[in-house]
Nanobody, 123 residues
Framework: QLQLVESGGGLVQAGGSLRLSCAAS?????????MGWFRQAPGKEREFVSV????????DYADSVKGRFTVSRDNAKNTVWLQMNNLKPEDTAVYYC???????????????WGQGTQVTVSS
């Protein structure tokens, strides 16, 4: 079982930036997993944001964040990041990282989840 902890959320103005981190620990290393980012706004379904393959060579993004968000990883540090630029009020949500076995786009396809970190973008 992989333990995941997100950090880096906060309150920012529209147009600002945040860098989220996902730190992993457990009986195995993060290098064994594809890592996804999801977000959930109040009253809405949990939605796909980004995914990165186990070596970091393959990435994908939701259309709503393409060109603004960048996912990266360093397996030696057991860490995945989500750099979020040009934030918009509609980006406001709890952001979660999750461990999976492939390039998947549904929350049900991921095994282990962090507790989430709140991102609030004001206008």
């Amino acid at each position: 079982q992989l333990q995941l902890v997100e950090s880096g959320g906060g309150l920012v103005q529209a147009g600002g930036s945040l860098r989220l981190s996902c730190a992993a620990s457990g009986v195995t290393f993060i290098s064994s997993y594809t890592m996804g980012w999801f977000r959930q706004a109040p009253g809405k379904e949990r939605e796909f944001v980004s995914v990165i393959s186990w070596k970091g060579t393959n990435t994908d993004y939701a259309d709503s964040v393409k060109g603004r968000f960048t996912v990266s990883r360093d397996n030696a540090k057991n860490t995945v990041w989500l750099q979020m630029n040009n934030l918009k009020p509609e980006d406001t949500a709890v952001y979660y990282c999750a461990a999976g076995t492939g390039i998947y786009y549904r929350a049900q396809q991921y095994m282990d989840w962090g507790q989430g970190t709140q991102v609030t973008v004001s206008s």
